[in-house]
């Protein structure tokens, strides 16, 4: 069962790079999102999207961009990092409409450090 | 925008005993979500316990039951018969029944069970 799958787990970058972060669902679910989790602060949303070619920001967008060509896959952008952007970035997503019981499912994280 | 409070940044439980963990939120919507998610070492996210508003009775999985008081905006979680494998952090959620599935989430409480 794959379920939500997040890469790269881990990842070092320097101020200025560039990355993606790939996620990847299996379970047809319309709603996908991102978090990033820091020290104190719980989870936070960057982006999400309720289904293939619509995104919308979060509480935290700034300095990411996504898109949604697919159901399957909800890449995570940063185009500049800054050391701010050090976190732990969660995938997650879930089915809308009928059926729905709210619960979100989760990758496995991925630990970005930005020097 | 809905906020999710937890007042207790780190909490310790004897094994077998009981702990109960705080949770408070603040909303103007009527139909939602609350959650519990637990996040042991491993960094996995896994759902606890789920409650819907508009149900009266209290949610309880086998060792883990809450109580929700709706008028006092509190969602608290009880876990019983503490096991040491429930060392992890908890997170409280909060998803508002809409287009979207946004969940906010609390700072998260750290929990310890001691042999």
């Known amino acids: 069962n794959a379920g939500v799958t997040q890469t790269p787990k881990f990842q070092v970058l320097k101020t200025g790079q560039s990355m993606t972060l790939q996620c990847a669902q299996d379970?047809?679910?319309?709603?996908m999102s991102w978090y990033r989790q820091d020290p104190g602060m719980g989870l936070r949303l960057i982006h999400y999207?309720?289904?293939?070619?619509?995104?919308d920001q979060g509480e935290v967008p700034n300095g990411y961009n996504v898109s949604r060509s697919t159901t399957e896959d909800f890449p995570l952008r940063l185009l500049s990092a800054a050391p701010s952007q050090t976190s732990v970035y969660f995938c997650a997503s879930t089915q809308r409409g009928w059926g729905n019981t709210g619960e979100l499912f989760f990758g496995e994280g991925s630990r970005l450090t930005v020097l | 925008a809905q906020t999710v409070t937890q007042s207790q940044p780190e909490m310790s439980v004897q094994e077998a005993e009981t702990v109960t963990l705080s949770c408070t939120y603040d909303t103007s919507e009527n139909n939602y979500y609350l959650f519990w998610y637990k996040q042991p070492p491993s960094r996995q996210m896994i759902l606890v316990i789920r409650?819907?508003?508009?149900?009266?009775q209290n949610a309880t999985e086998n060792r883990f039951s809450v109580n929700f008081q709706k008028a006092a905006k509190s969602f608290s979680l009880k876990i019983s018969d503490s096991q040491l494998g429930d060392t992890a952090m908890y997170f409280c959620?909060?998803?508002?029944?809409?287009?979207?599935?946004?969940?906010?989430f609390g700072a998260g409480t750290r929990l310890t069970v001691k042999p």
């Open positions: 409650q819907e508003a508009y149900k009266q």
């Open positions: 379970m047809n679910h319309e709603y």
């Open positions: 999207s309720v289904g293939a070619g619509i995104t």
């Open positions: 959620a909060f998803m508002k029944l809409g287009n979207n599935n946004d969940m906010r």
